[in-house]
């Protein structure tokens, strides 16, 4: 076990009572962006949005209003890149896969991280440009599109695993850890047990991680590392490579 991580809650400890996930945007669904009759029709995501990338803003912006923190994806990333990646020059390098309308990217970038948001939903994207326009967003597709590019982690947010096409899971795991420097972390957070169309679990996942190069570093039921139970219904899983 990672020395970082001592203290911090694994699988079989007690569960953290009262705390809710906070969710991320949007997921990057995983068929040909050359179709989009067809991705629309294969992939959940796309084939059950109905809101604008306003409309999907505007839950978010009024918490924020509020006076609540809506950036605790971005609060945890922040923290492992300053306590496992020891990185002699800033900024760090972060992807953003599955970035929706780039909630966390932005507050990331914000924070000085060097970002790449990638997403398949065009509306979703085309909110994510209005708000931050000289930040780096692709539309493509996660288990084929080369960004170029080594990060220090790769953030798979918002439930990205459980919409992602069904069958093109280990493509993407895969692909994600083409894309992660050496010693990198994936960091991939969703909801159990997972909707019809999918069959990814935890132990499913876990196998698919071990298949692509990675093994487990930390698990925790939310984003602000309550502990992890075997019976929660949200797991925010980070993995080594």
């Known amino acids: 076990m990672p020395a970082f991580f001592v203290g911090v809650s694994y699988a079989g400890m007690r569960r953290g009572r009262g705390i809710m996930p906070d969710l991320h945007e949007p997921p990057l669904g995983q068929i040909s962006t050359g179709d989009e009759r067809r991705s629309s029709q294969a992939n959940p995501w796309l084939a059950t949005r109905t809101r604008t990338g306003r409309e999907y803003d505007a839950p978010y912006e009024a918490r924020a209003a509020a006076g609540m923190d809506i950036h605790g994806e971005a609060n945890l990333i922040e923290t492992l890149l300053h306590t496992h990646i020891h990185q002699p020059k800033v900024p760090y390098r972060v992807l953003d896969a599955g970035c929706g309308t780039g909630r966390m990217a932005i507050e990331l970038a914000r924070r000085g991280v060097d970002i790449v948001g990638v997403d398949l939903d065009e509306v979703m994207l085309t909110q994510a440009r209005a708000k931050a326009p000289r930040l780096d967003w692709r539309l493509g597709d996660l288990s084929t599109i ?57 132990e499913s996942y876990d196998r698919l991680a071990v298949t692509v190069g990675l093994t487990i570093a930390a698990r925790w039921s939310t984003w602000q590392q309550a502990p992890w139970h075997t019976n929660d219904t949200y797991a925010v899983s980070v993995h080594k490579k």
């Open 146 to 202: 080369n960004i170029g590019q080594q990060f220090d982690i790769v953030v798979l947010a918002g439930n990205v695993m459980i919409y992602l096409t069904p069958g093109t899971e280990a493509a993407t795991l895969e692909n994600m850890v083409r894309h992660l420097k050496p010693g990198g972390l994936l960091v991939a957070a969703f909801e159990l047990p997972p909707p019809a169309w999918s069959t990814i679990t935890l």
